[in-house]
């Protein structure tokens, strides 16, 4: 997994693809750096993946060493446990192929760097202690902005920027709190932004 994904995406395509390991056993933190330790992942590990906590992923992609590719608007674009038994799921070729029409070299992108489109992008993604977000306005006056994050739900849980957006990129940051103070936990978290009435929904995920 690590060598035939993980490694050949950082070196081909950095920045682009992110490889999570989803505990959906509901383990602990013992067992996770236990599994890290005999196995030498590099990859981040979600803990508690089946836990209502940011969204049950085990309800959503299934259980039992299953792979899903997720694009960057949140889709699932490839989900391999109804396709193929416990045991065959791990299809490098089919997975490979999803992924690479996904990807895009910096010729793919008109304008890159420019805010000439509406953006919104956050990293390091997965995140443990703090979420980096740039969204932009492309247009030519001050806009109306709002930058949310909700749980998936849909509940909201902090409001980062409500206010006018200068032109061109803007960005913020959240702290991994909701409302209140209280710390969001490990899981999965949708950013939102809209600019001048264009919303964009972005997903982040959080690991211990």
Known sequence: METDLWQHYKQSYPGQVQ????DMYNG??????????STGATYPL???????????????????DN????????????????MWAHGSRYRLSEIR??????????ADVPNAGRASVHVLRSAPNPFRNAL??????????RRAARVTVHDLAGRL??????????IGLSRVEWNGRARGGIVAGPGVYLVRS???????????????
């Open 67 to 82: 792979y899903v590719v997720i694009n960057k608007q949140g889709i699932c674009r490839l989900n391999t446990y109804p």
């Open 28 to 37: 602990t933190d013992s067992q996770l750096r236990s599994y890290r330790s």
């Open 97 to 106: 192929a999803c992924v690479d029409s996904l990807v895009s070299t910096p």
């Open 157 to 166: 849980l902090a409001t980062l920027w409500e206010g006018m957006a200068p």
């Open 46 to 64: 979600l803990l508690l993946g089946a836990s209502p906590t940011g969204g049950n992923l085990l309800d959503d992609y299934g259980p039992n």
């Open 194 to 208: 809209e600019v001048g009435g264009v919303v964009l929904t972005r997903r982040a995920v959080r690991i211990r």
């Open 19 to 22: 490889l999570i390991g989803v």
């Open 132 to 141: 980096a977000i740039e969204f932009s306005n492309p247009g030519t006056t």
